[in-house]
């Protein structure tokens, strides 16, 4: 079965740590993955995407994933984390050879940020 | 700017009534997606459309229906059938071809 799984359901960082999220993915054919950022009450927003080429992919806000193949993961990290970057953070894969088809989403991990 | 635009942000429905939810879109997107957001689920897929005038069923596509008469637009009807609908919508798009998804900034549907 085609998932995305985040094992964690909530991470409380102190402010400027580094921060890691989690994500681990089941999926036939090539995958196509992403993180998406959302803030409470609002709609989701792309941070970065992966789908060939370097492994380590970096994109807004200081955020870089790193894809591993032989791990099924797709992790992403921050250096130093900001109290704006206090939201729920979702990991999702599709299909990299099928435009249109729907991508699976994981469940989210909020982050919480800590003076 | 181009983008998706949702409306109303927030929406009540009582018992019994059917209710539309808007998505418009102003980026030439090919494909068009509703999702649901219930706290701790994550996003589930109701109906998603590849072309005009044609959409599949997602997940959790029991109690709703979708219309795609024109490119720019993919409404969601919740209908009396959906038994608990109070929940978070989100509509996305994405053009053929790689890339991520642009959503809307949600409509919060409650039953009253």
């Known amino acids: 079965a085609q998932s995305v799984t985040q094992p964690d359901i909530h991470i409380t960082v102190s402010e400027g740590a580094s921060l890691e999220l989690r994500c681990n993915y089941s999926?036939?054919?090539?995958?196509?993955l992403f993180w998406y950022v959302q803030s409470p009450g609002q709609g989701l927003q792309l941070l970065l995407k992966?789908?060939?080429?370097?492994?380590l992919v970096q994109g807004i806000k200081g955020f870089e994933a790193e894809f591993k193949r032989s791990q099924s993961s797709f992790n992403l990290r921050k250096p130093s984390v900001h109290w704006s970057d206090a939201a729920e953070y979702f990991c999702?894969?599709?299909?990299?050879?099928?435009?249109?088809?729907?991508?699976?989403f994981g469940k989210g991990t909020t982050l919480s940020v800590s003076s | 700017d181009g983008g998706i635009t949702q409306s109303p942000k927030y929406l009540f429905r009582k018992e019994g009534q059917n209710v539309t939810l808007s998505c418009e879109q102003n980026?030439?997107?090919?494909?068009m997606y509703w999702y649901r957001q219930d706290p701790g689920q994550g996003l589930r897929l109701i109906y998603y459309?590849?072309?005009?005038?044609?959409?599949q069923k997602g997940d959790i596509a029991e109690g709703y229906s979708v219309s795609r008469e024109k490119k720019e637009s993919f409404p969601l009807t919740v209908t009396s059938a959906q038994k608990n609908p109070t929940a978070f919508y989100l509509c996305?798009?994405?053009?053929?071809?790689?890339?991520?998804?642009?959503f809307g900034s949600g409509t919060r549907l409650t039953v009253v």
């Open positions: 980026l030439n997107h090919d494909a």
């Open positions: 459309s590849q072309i005009v005038n044609d959409f």
């Open positions: 999702a894969v599709g299909p990299l050879n099928q435009a249109g088809t729907a991508l699976i």
């Open positions: 996305a798009s994405t053009p053929q071809g790689p890339g991520g998804y642009t």
């Open positions: 999926y036939g054919a090539t995958p196509y």
């Open positions: 992966y789908f060939s080429g370097d492994t």
